[in-house]
């Protein structure tokens, strides 16, 4: 099925936004070998991994399905959001079960925004997202790798959040608007914004850590 996606974000009564977005894209993202844990081991921790998510993974019907409804967060939490924590990591949801974007590249959908937090970040134009997910990595031979231009790739894909952050590694997920380019003397007003709310984030995991301690 192909869906049209609407050009604007809305708004409900009750001041949540519900917006089109991109959630996960196929392609190869970069990572250090440090963030891959035992399976890149025998590499120096800072070299650039290069890692392929391929359309029969990230369009599978179970990976698919552990997206419906996921939790909107800021920034990516320490742990997976569960209904143990969701009273204070979760910002908003995922609107129902995304699809396969017309363009065979991207995983879509809408997303809701329930919390002025997230609704201040990305109104100063904080809007790129970045999947929350679990997969199996499968490391290719270095002959592979020479030959198709990435050394690993995911499968069994299964997502637990989507989180909101200023720069995303996929770089094409984002929430979608047509809103006006912003002059410069506004650009600058958000960076500022975008500033102080990043240091209220950080005060809020800070009280955050400490509440989960005291649990």
């Known amino acids: 099925f192909a869906f049209d996606l609407p050009t604007q ?13 991109t ?8 990572y250090s070998a440090g963030q891959l844990g035992n399976l890149f081991a025998d590499k120096p921790k ?6 392929m998510t391929r359309a029969e993974d990230l369009f599978h019907e179970d990976a698919i399905e552990s997206a419906r409804s996921a939790p909107i967060t800021i ?18 949801n995922l609107d129902g079960v995304p699809f396969k974007d017309e363009d065979g590249v991207h995983l879509s959908g809408h997303i809701i925004l ?7 970040l ?17 490391r290719l031979s270095d002959e592979e790798a020479e030959e198709l231009g990435y050394h690993a790739y995911k499968t069994n894909i299964r997502h637990n959040h989507i989180a909101i952050v200023p720069r995303g590694r996929a770089g094409s997920a984002r929430i979608k608007d047509e809103k006006e380019e912003p002059n410069e003397e506004v650009k600058m007003y958000d960076q500022e914004h975008v500033s102080g709310l990043e240091a209220r984030l950080d005060a809020a995991v800070t009280l955050a850590d400490s509440l989960k301690a005291k649990l």
Not at 23 to 30: K, T
Not at 46 to 51: L, W
Request: aromatic fraction near 2%.
């Open 9 to 21: 974000r809305k708004f409900k009564d009750s001041g949540a936004m519900v917006a089109p977005a």
């Open 122 to 138: 990305v109104d100063a134009g904080v809007d790129q997202l970045s999947s929350g997910h679990d997969a199996r990595l499968v």
């Open 114 to 120: 329930t919390h002025e937090e997230s609704l201040n």
């Open 46 to 51: 800072g070299e650039v991994i290069k890692v």
């Open 75 to 92: 920034g990516h939490p320490d742990v997976d959001v569960s209904v143990k924590n969701a009273d204070y990591l979760q910002k908003g």
């Open 23 to 30: 959630l996960a894209r196929v392609g190869i993202m970069e």
